[in-house]
Nanobody
Framework: QVQLVESGGGLVQPGGSLRLSCAAS????????MSWYRQAPGKERELVAS??????GNYADSVKGRFTISRNTQNTVYLQMNSLKSEDTAVYFC???????????WGQGTQVTVSS
């Protein structure tokens, strides 16, 4: 079992920045990849960014150049969000996949609201 706990969400003005954190515990040494997803009201959950154990990050086109995903050796993953826009408003979820089981784990989500 892996537990994921997000933090760092909140209210920010357009153009501002936030940093989300996701701390993994339990059998975190089995985690292969970690990602951030988001879900806005009335929309499907979408992948924002992902990072492998090798440190390679992949991003949705809508956040490229504005968001940066990183991961430390203790399996905490961060999402640095700059130049935030109103359309970035959503609940952000941390996600992990373990190896070799391929099990998926989700955090409880953290609200990000971009508004003036």
């Amino acid at each position: 079992q892996v537990q994921l706990v997000e933090s760092g969400g909140g209210l920010v003005q357009p153009g501002g920045s936030l940093r989300l954190s996701c701390a993994a515990s339990g059998r975190s040494s089995s985690i292969r990849s970690m990602s951030w997803y988001r879900q806005a009201p009335g929309k499907e959950r979408e992948l924002v960014a992902s990072i492998t154990t090798g440190g390679n990050g992949n991003y949705a086109d809508s956040v490229k150049g504005r968001f940066t995903i990183s991961r430390n050796t203790q399996n905490t993953v961060y999402l640095q969000m700059n130049s935030l826009k109103s359309e970035d408003t959503a609940v952000y979820f941390c996600h992990a996949v373990t190896f070799p089981s391929g099990f998926n784990y989700w955090g409880q989500g953290t609200q990000v609201t971009v508004s003036s």
